[in-house]
């Protein structure tokens, strides 16, 4: 039987697996919106300190919550582990389904302005006065 003890470790080292993997996941899909809207060096560096400051304040709670506050290896390592089976595995299919997705709606979206556009040039959408 297992002590509460090494059941508690092994419990955090799992949350901070999955910590990881979803902050991976999380940054992928800020990979994907830069893709379908195009943002500066100042938008991408900004959401960038967000997303480390708020993925900061998650290891944070989870060591706090999970180690009583020690800085603990093991959650270090479990949160790496986690970030690393995701880009492996799950990562490069949201990378590449995000960025398909956000071409399709590009093209639809152009396709609808156009249509839009040209009804407009034959008078059967009227501007507002």
Not at 51 to 63: D, E, Q, R
Not at 76 to 85: E, P, V
């Amino acid at each position: 039987m297992m002590s509460d003890v090494i059941r508690q470790e092994t419990t955090v080292f799992f949350l901070a697996i999955a910590l990881g993997a979803g902050l991976s996941f999380f940054y992928d899909f800020l990979r994907v919106l830069r893709r379908m809207i195009r943002h500066g060096a100042v938008a991408t560096g900004i959401e960038d300190l967000l997303f480390w400051l708020f993925g900061a304040c998650l290891l944070f709670v989870l060591m706090f919550y999970g180690t009583d506050g020690e800085l603990r290896g093991y959650v270090l390592l479990g949160t790496l582990c986690g970030a690393l089976l995701y880009l492996q595995t799950a990562g490069p299919l949201l990378i590449r389904g995000g960025t398909a997705m956000a071409n399709y709606i590009r093209r639809k979206r152009k396709k609808c302005f156009f249509i839009l556009k040209s009804n407009r040039k034959k008078g059967t959408i009227k501007k507002k006065p």
